[in-house]
Nanobody, 126 residues
Framework: QVQVVESGGGLVQSGGSLRLSCATSGFTSDIYTIGWFRQVPGKEREGVSC????????YYLYSVKGRFTISRDNAKGTVYLQMNSLKPEDTAVYYCATEFYGRTCLVGRSAGMDYWGKGTLVTVSS
């Protein structure tokens, strides 16, 4: 059974850093992407970053480019999102999700994701 579990959220001051982790298990294929999405109440979920397991292609939301970095450690089955220079507008629930045999994550879309975590809250105070 595929499982995706986020961790690492919390409260941080503007300009600070956090590293989110996405622990995965139960994968039966090496052809997948893993993405980070975020959502605030009243707004649509948006794709923040994504990484492809086969060729390391990545996607970043324009507003996080240069501040966030996605990486993966396949030995640990974990994908990370290093978030630096955080801003209050980065406050959201962050979700990790995986998409098998597809690459829609690499254009920031969430509709094609197959498995989702429950999310972790990131709060950036001003």
């Amino acid at each position: 059974q595929v499982q995706v579990v986020e961790s690492g959220g919390g409260l941080v001051q503007s300009g600070g850093s956090l590293r989110l982790s996405c622990a995965t298990s139960g994968f039966t294929s090496d052809i997948y992407t893993i993405g980070w999405f975020r959502q605030v109440p009243g707004k649509e979920r948006e794709g923040v970053s994504c990484i492809d397991n086969t060729d390391n292609s990545t996607y970043y939301l324009y507003s996080v480019k240069g501040r966030f970095t996605i990486s993966r450690d396949n030995a640990k089955g974990t994908v990370y999102l290093q978030m630096n220079s955080l801003k209050p507008e980065d406050t959201a629930v962050y979700y990790c999700a995986t998409e098998f045999y597809g690459r829609t994550c690499l254009v920031g879309r969430s509709a094609g994701m197959d498995y989702w975590g429950k999310g972790t809250l990131v709060t950036v105070s001003s």
